[in-house]
C-alpha cells in the first residue's frame, strides 16, 4: 500500500463504492416492499436493510479516512478495526435480508 502503487487504487475506487450501498439500500427496501404485505416482518427487513447500508457507508468513510495516511500503514489501527467491525457488521445483517429477498423467495 504504497502512495502511487495501490494505495491509489484503493483510493479510486472509492468513486464507486460510495454509490453501492445507497443503490443496494433501495433495492433492498423496494424488494421487501414487493414481496411482502405491510407489517412488522416488511419494516423490520426494511429497517435492517438499511441499516446494513449504513454500516456500508460508515465503513467506506472509515477506509477514506485511512487511505488518506501516506500509507495505510500509517493509519491508525483504531481506525482499520473500528472500519472492519463495521464490515463485519453489515455482512451480519446483510446476508439473512439478502437470503430472505432472494429472487423466488416470494
Not at 416488511?42 to 477506509?63: K, P, S, W
Amino acid at each position: 500500500w504504497r502512495p502511487g502503487g495501490e494505495l491509489w487504487h484503493f483510493r479510486a475506487h472509492f468513486l464507486l463504492d460510495a454509490w453501492y450501498p445507497v443503490l443496494y439500500g433501495a433495492l433492498l427496501v423496494h424488494r421487501a416492499a414487493a414481496l411482502l404485505p405491510a407489517g412488522k416482518i416488511r419494516r423490520r427487513l426494511q429497517a435492517l436493510a438499511t441499516f446494513g447500508a449504513c454500516c456500508d457507508i460508515v465503513e467506506n468513510a472509515l477506509h477514506m479516512h485511512a487511505a488518506a495516511a501516506p500509507s495505510l500503514d500509517a493509519a491508525p489501527d483504531w481506525l482499520i478495526v473500528a472500519a472492519a467491525a463495521a464490515a463485519t457488521t453489515k455482512w451480519a445483517v446483510m446476508l439473512p435480508v439478502c437470503w430472505m429477498l432472494r429472487p423466488g423467495s416470494g
